[in-house]
């Protein structure tokens, strides 16, 4: 078991997977959830699980509420992980057998799925993500969205060989939630600090769909490909418009 590592969970209406993802995290001994605001089974199933810590707090942003986890966490190593990712066992493996050191965070790449169909294009592939840290070397941002980690000239990033299974979207309604919120808070951040205009909106949509569909190969995943390539142009264009009305809106 790992006493030293404490994990962090941040959820709202996760419940369709979580029992997945707490399931293959019993074998850490803190694991933090925050969640904010839930309505559907998801209180009820991290309650389950006896290696689990459960807190509600409003929403405050992506970033903040990463931190507010970190703060709970009984451990100073923290290993981030979101409620749509199963860890697999060679990851725990792995991470339970790390001679852990503060001046390095810890990178896993994912794997991501739409409809559990493992997706290598549109953008979703390559990725890798930084989960493994020491609280008293670095925090996440205060970014509302496209959170992450402070970095230093001290620290250095470390590819884990272990691999997160992320299981994001079952459906195109998912994909289009998420996009309408991403956007709005995109929007929100970047408010008199980025310019926006109709043409920049359509300009940059353009772009990401070519580069998403036909640079980043998602036409070869038939209509899947299809679907998250439009979803990723749809989430550049809302988030410049939304940003263009913002801003608008509050120069009258």
């Known amino acids: 078991m790992a006493n030293n590592?404490?994990?962090?969970?941040?959820?709202?209406?996760?419940?369709?997977?979580?029992?997945?993802?707490?399931?293959?995290?019993?074998?850490?001994?803190?694991?933090?959830?925050?969640?904010?605001?839930?309505?559907?089974?998801?209180?009820?199933?991290?309650?389950?699980?006896?290696?689990?810590?459960?807190?509600?707090?409003?929403?405050?942003?992506?970033?903040?509420?990463?931190?507010?986890?970190?703060?709970?966490?009984?451990?100073?190593?923290?290993?981030?992980?979101?409620?749509?990712?199963?860890?697999?066992?060679?990851?725990?493996?792995?991470?339970?057998?790390l001679k852990l050191d503060s001046s390095r965070i810890y990178a896993v790449e994912r794997d991501n799925h739409y409809r559990r169909r493992l997706i290598c294009?549109?953008?979703?592939?390559?990725?890798?993500?930084?989960?493994?840290?020491?609280?008293?070397?670095?925090?996440?941002?205060?970014?509302?969205?496209?959170?992450?980690?402070?970095?230093?000239?001290?620290?250095?990033?470390?590819?884990?060989?272990?691999?997160?299974?992320?299981?994001?979207?079952d459906n195109a309604s998912q994909l289009v939630q998420k996009m309408q919120h991403y956007s709005t808070l995109w929007a929100e951040e970047h408010r008199g600090r980025k310019k926006a205009s109709p043409f920049k909106a359509l300009f940059y949509g353009v772009l990401t769909f070519f580069k998403s569909y036909l640079l980043k190969k998602g036409w070869l995943y038939g209509y899947e490909g299809l679907l998250i390539s439009i979803s990723n142009a749809n989430g550049v264009f809302y988030k410049y418009i939304k940003l263009y009305e913002s801003d608008r809106s509050h120069s009258l």
């Open 121 to 169: 294009g549109c953008g979703w592939q390559n990725d890798q993500v930084q989960r493994l840290f020491n609280r008293k070397r670095t925090r996440y941002d205060d970014k509302l969205v496209h959170e992450g980690l402070k970095m230093d000239d001290q620290l250095q990033t470390e590819l884990l060989k272990g691999r997160l299974n992320h299981y994001p979207y």
């Open 5 to 97: 590592i404490s994990v962090t969970i941040l959820t709202k209406n996760s419940a369709a997977l979580l029992a997945e993802c707490l399931g293959a995290l019993e074998v850490f001994t803190d694991v933090v959830v925050v969640d904010n605001g839930s309505t559907d089974d998801t209180i009820a199933v991290a309650s389950r699980f006896r290696n689990v810590r459960l807190f509600e707090h409003p929403f405050t942003g992506f970033g903040p509420m990463k931190n507010i986890a970190i703060d709970k966490a009984a451990n100073d190593w923290i290993f981030s992980v979101d409620s749509d990712e199963i860890v697999t066992p060679e990851l725990s493996a792995e991470i339970l057998s």
